[in-house]
């Protein structure tokens, strides 16, 4: 074989290298990718089935309830125009209140339910999540708009 056909095998091989480290990078990153959806979305079906997401709002007064396990939670999370269900096994931060703003991080069931494998809560008294506030601030508007046309 030829210096010059032993170069170009190289070439060749070295490329396809490349072209398979970046197709394995590409495939971790979407496998490792989390979409946020408010309430009105998972409401609207627009989260996907079988996928991990994370739907964030405010935690409804009166509607935190624990199981006798002491580990599972249930809660519902809003944007003040759809709620979700959402179930919990774990320990929640010490900051998740009703009435404040959490994102949950999870899978949404057959039943409807969205069943958390993570909960963040706010870590202050003035922040929320911007994706939260921006889906409450959508929502509040949207009902808003609605009140006016009925009107």
Do not use: W
Request: charged share 25%; aromatic share 8%.
């Amino acid at each position: 074989m030829k210096p010059r056909h032993k170069r170009i095998g190289f070439i060749v091989a070295g490329l396809a290298g490349l072209a398979i480290a970046a197709a394995l990078a590409l495939n971790a990153f979407q496998d490792n990718l989390v979409f946020f959806f408010s309430p009105s979305q998972v409401a609207a079906k627009e989260a996907p089935t079988g996928r991990t997401f994370r739907v964030g709002g405010l935690v409804q007064e009166g509607t935190v309830k624990r199981d006798t396990d002491g580990l599972t939670v249930r809660f519902t999370v809003t944007d003040t125009a759809q709620s979700i269900p959402v179930v919990y096994k774990g320990i929640l931060p010490d900051l998740f209140k009703e009435g404040k703003g959490c994102v949950a991080q999870g899978k949404i069931g057959a039943d409807g339910v969205f069943y958390a494998d993570q909960v963040l809560a706010k870590h202050d008294e003035n922040y929320m999540p911007p994706e939260a506030g921006q889906a409450i601030d959508k929502a509040k508007h949207a009902r808003e708009a609605s009140k006016t046309v009925i009107q």
